[in-house]
């Protein structure tokens, strides 16, 4: 990040403004391949400087993030120039926005990454830039998996796989009907103990089972809203990880026997209702309120103190990241 900068740099006052969305991984049965975007979103601006590193951190989780080249964006944007085989990062300002919270399952690591590397990538000069494919692939290596990032980059359902050792994903359209609403608690589950939890085999019929309904899911969003709330039934993972999220395991149950198609968003432990239009959408938001306030619920307790809950209605954006670049 020091002294001359690389002929792979763009000029001093180069700006790139990256927008991206959050994301849910999973989506109930999708286990680790199905994911979808959310219209919640982080923004992005890297600025090319003289020399050394500057931050201008603000929102959702600036206070714990290091202002370092170890900071989740900074090493994404050094990882598209390794892909480019550009040599070092040049000196740059970070400005970032953030509204996705952190270790809540609403992908705010994925779209670090996506952001970072996207910016890396537009300041390659163009000759030197990734392709979408290429892009894919580095977001999906620094994630460990496809199912955040892809709808990411490219908004709405994704079906993602490994094959060989690379990463594909097919993005579906989501019907203009599902509503996502979003229950987010004010704790954090991280990433790595939800899926320490999880076992090395399943039954052969838990598997059956989920796999029907994963393909189900992707019927359901795409055309079928009506059958959302049979489409997220998973045997796979989320009730293995219930006992990191009491609370909110709570709140999924007690949605889902009164007919809300409810699930634990990624690893947790943010509550995504996926609703079947705006009417469904507030019945869902009423029914939260009702079951995380209620006195003898324990949706409304973590640890022995309460939890509070912020609930949003957010759309699936049918377009992912956006990049614009600019010359000062």
Same mark, same amino acid.
């Given at each position: &990040?020091?002294?001359?900068? $690389? ?26 391949s199905l994911?979808?975007?959310?219209g ?8 090319r ?27 994404? &944007? ?35 990454v ?36 892809? $709808? ?55 598997a059956?089972? !989920? ?13 079928r ?16 990880r219930?006992?990191? &999220?009491? $609370? ?27 609703? !079947? ?35 949003q ?16």
């Amino acid at each position: &990040m020091h002294g001359t900068p $690389p002929p792979a740099a763009a000029p001093v006052g180069t700006a790139v403004r990256v927008t991206v969305p959050g994301s849910s991984g999973n989506v109930g049965p999708g286990f680790d391949s199905l994911g979808l975007a959310l219209g919640h979103y982080d923004t992005l601006q890297v600025t090319r400087i003289e020399r050394g590193l500057e931050f201008e951190l603000s929102g959702e989780g600036a206070a714990d993030v290091p202002r370092t080249a170890e900071h989740l964006v900074v090493r994404a &944007m050094q990882a598209a120039y390794d892909a480019a085989g550009a040599g070092s990062l040049p000196p740059v300002r970070i400005t970032a926005r953030n509204t996705i919270p952190h270790g809540r399952g609403m992908g705010s690591s994925a779209s670090a990454v996506v952001a970072g590397v996207l910016a890396g990538n537009a300041l390659l000069p163009e000759e030197r830039r990734l392709g979408a494919d290429d892009v894919l692939q580095v977001c999906s290596r620094l994630e460990g998996h496809p199912d955040n990032v892809a $709808p990411t980059l490219l908004g709405g359902l994704t079906v993602s796989w490994e094959d060989g050792g690379r990463f594909h994903t097919v993005p579906v359209r989501v019907h203009p009907d599902v509503v996502p609403v979003v229950a987010v608690p004010d704790f954090e589950v991280a990433t790595s103990v939800a899926r320490g939890l999880l076992p090395g085999t399943v039954a052969h019929h838990d598997a059956a089972v !989920n796999a029907g309904r994963a393909a189900l899911v992707v019927a359901a969003l795409g055309q079928r809203p009506d059958l959302l709330l049979d489409a997220t039934f998973d045997l796979l993972h989320q009730p293995y990880r219930a006992q990191a &999220m009491a $609370p909110s395991w709570e709140l999924v149950t007690r949605l889902r026997e009164r007919g809300h198609a409810a699930l634990i968003s990624g690893a947790g432990p943010t509550v995504l209702t996926l609703a !079947n239009g705006a009417e469904r959408a507030r019945a869902a938001q009423e029914a939260i309120r009702e079951i995380t306030g209620g006195a003898a619920s324990s949706a409304g307790v973590h640890g022995g103190a309460p939890v509070a809950w912020r609930v949003q209605v957010l759309r699936v954006p049918a377009e992912g990241a956006k990049v614009e670049t600019s010359t000062q």
